[in-house]
């Protein structure tokens, strides 16, 4: 079975496009909690609705990741107004990293941010990520850095952290935590998996103490070129496995 035909007739109050980008969104929702990479109520997962509005789906606050289905999932504009009634709300800091990437990178239609512990303890080093695996060697070059200024409340803030994205892949969050784009929910998802797993084995490595092995600039250029196979093809193909997992373990996400 693939991840396409898993997918619940749509309620008649969306199209069929909106309704197969719902149940993608909450399957990557639930695979994120299925990872232990959830942070109770906190962080966001976004995707941006086709059509020049710049119209997003996120989380509605209150529901923990893996309570996350389609239908519970909020339309808002860029000014954090609910396009549809809903007794839910969006969490303002939610509103104000995502809104950012959507109003500032066009090509990313879709956020992932999250507080994961690794993460977290890469973007508080003064160096962030380094080139130490190959997952992070994929990245490199391809990530931006953005100060911590606090919660994430102020409106002036979008226009900074839209800078600091830029047309990277990811963006580490000093003192925060880490965010990743794509031009689908699959991409965006393979680009966060990697940042983690980078991020994890950077820390690992730290943590054992001995003297770290950095590859010089030849080899990590290397594999910079190497990440091209890194396609959204291969993006769709490891999404459509997760999606079949999520079916397994999780189900009930595409209502």
Known sequence: MTASTAINAHPARYSAEEWALRV????AYRVIAHLGWDDQLATHISVRLPGPEHHFLINPLGLLFEEITASCLLKVDLDGNLLEPSENIVNRAGFIVHSSVHLAAPQAMCAVHLHTVAGTAVSIQKDGLLPLSPSAMILHGKIGYHDFEGVTVRDDERARLGADLSDNWALILRNHGTLTVGVSIAEAMQRMYLLERACQMQIAA????????IPDRAITDEVKEQRKQVSTRSADIQWAALRRKMDRVSPGYDA
């Open 24 to 27: 993608d969104l909450a399957a």
């Open 206 to 213: 730290q943590s054992a103490g001995g003297p770290l092995i």
